[in-house]
Structure formats: C-alpha cells, structure tokens
C-alpha cells in the first residue's frame, strides 16, 4: 500500500458515493477520475465542488468540477449515477460553483470568484455548449463558497418561481 501512495503524491482523484436508504447508509468511494476529468489533467489540482447538483428535467444528473488550471465545468450522468461524462466547454470566470436549472430549461451556475467580492452568473440554453457570463454586483461575495437551491416553480404548482 505505501508503494501505491508513491505513486499516487501529488495525483487528484474524483470519487462518488452512493445511497439507497436516504443517507443511512453509504457505498463505498468509487473512482470516476477517468470518466470525468482528461488524462492530461492527472497532476492539475482539481476538485467536484460541495453540496449539491441536481436533477435536470431531462433526468441527467449534473454537477461541477473545478481544474484551477483549465477552468470550471459540468459533469453528468444520463442513467442516474451509473456512468459519468464531462461536459467539455469550460466555464470562465469560475470557482466553487452550484448549478441549478431555471423553469425555461436553461442552466444556471453560480461561481465565487477569488478576489473580486461578488457572484459571477453563467447561462446556458443549449445545454453547456455555450456559456452567457456575466458578473452580478447585487451578490456580495466575501470569498467563501455559496449555495443557490430552487424553493418553489410555478411548474410544480407553486405561485412563484423562487431560487
């Protein structure tokens, strides 16, 4: 084993786990670094960003990763944690960042930034080919990680659509 370890200074690796029973109990870590992240990314220091992704209309799972050198992206699965592929269109600026999906069907990522004391805002309509960015100075950023969850959609019923 601590020849392994050798092996591995200095090596990122990107794990999921896994619950059948809300949370009780867990699967043990399974590696998907090489379903996500390019081989060419090996040695970069890289990391899928805490908290939560989500469920996209279509079913996809979907999440972000962080690769402080090539960028943020969006990682996927299409049969619910099976596989996983990366959405290979980096998302620039971008840190720690959570995805939502708006009622339009567009995607939504909210990214910190280091050092400029607000939120970047990204959009997407076609699914992560492209990318619309914009800062948002209403979103004060005190350099540390954030959350953005969906509270109500018209579409569920609701009278409001609340994020």
């Excluded at 990366?86 to 930034?113: A, Y």
Aim: aromatic share 8%.
């Amino acid at each position: 084993m601590e020849a392994d370890l050798d092996i591995a200074k200095d090596v990122y690796y990107l794990y999921v786990t896994k619950s059948k029973d809300n949370g009780k109990t867990w699967s043990e870590p399974e590696d998907i670094t090489s379903q996500i992240a390019k081989p060419e990314w090996k040695n970069d220091f890289k990391f899928i960003t805490s908290g939560r992704g989500i469920q996209a209309f279509n079913g996809d799972l979907i999440h972000t990763l962080v690769n402080l050198k090539n960028g943020l992206h969006l990682f996927k699965s299409d049969n619910h944690g099976k596989s996983w592929s990366l959405i290979d269109t980096p998302i620039v600026p971008g840190n720690e960042s959570k995805i939502v999906q708006l009622n339009n069907g567009s995607w939504m990522v909210n990214s910190r930034l280091n050092g400029e004391g607000i939120r970047q805002i990204h959009t997407s309509t076609n699914q992560g080919e492209t990318w619309i960015s914009k800062p948002d100075s209403t979103l004060v950023d005190p350099g540390c990680n954030a959350s953005i969850i969906r509270l109500s959609s018209i579409k569920d019923g609701a009278k409001k659509n609340r994020l």
